[in-house]
């Protein structure tokens, strides 16, 4: 019965590593492509990793791929995120179908102080002048 878990396990996670290499040939930029691979890699890794603890069925390496995967999937979002949102305060461009940029004008790319969407000019600093308590905030916007 292991063996047909393992198996399916194997046909699954290369299923999704295949989805993660054709998107990055089918996809029209770094940030589609980036996204469509970081989540079909990581879960393809993931459910890999997981035959392999069936397929040995040992707690030793269990453990290590266990483990593993949970490196994999605490590891690997966080970085896709680092790299781009480095490639877009580059000025990687954007596909020129997309229809909303989300960044565009909260981003002060002199100071690098990126403002949320939830900040209410005049609540950081307890100034009730409508201000915002950081003048370098409104550079660039």
Do not use: C
């Not at 002199?110 to 003048?135: F, I, K, Y």
Request: aromatic residues 6%.
């Amino acid at each position: 019965m292991s063996g047909g878990v393992t198996a399916a396990l194997l046909v699954l996670g290369s299923g999704f590593m295949l989805v993660a290499g054709l998107a990055m040939l089918r996809m029209p930029d770094l940030f589609t492509r980036m996204s469509a691979n970081t989540k079909a890699a990581t879960l393809g890794g993931g459910l890999l990793l997981i035959a392999v603890t069936v397929h040995f069925a040992e707690v030793s390496v269990g453990l290590r791929a266990l483990v593993t995967v949970l490196f994999i999937f605490l590891t690997s979002p966080v970085a896709a995120h680092m790299i781009g949102r480095a490639a877009y305060f580059v000025g990687v461009p954007l596909w020129k179908g997309t229809l909303v940029d989300e960044l565009r004008g909260r981003y002060d790319p002199h100071t690098h102080v990126l403002r949320s969407s939830l900040e209410v000019p005049g609540e950081a600093g307890g100034q009730g002048d409508g201000q915002e308590s950081n003048p370098q905030r409104g550079q660039g916007s």
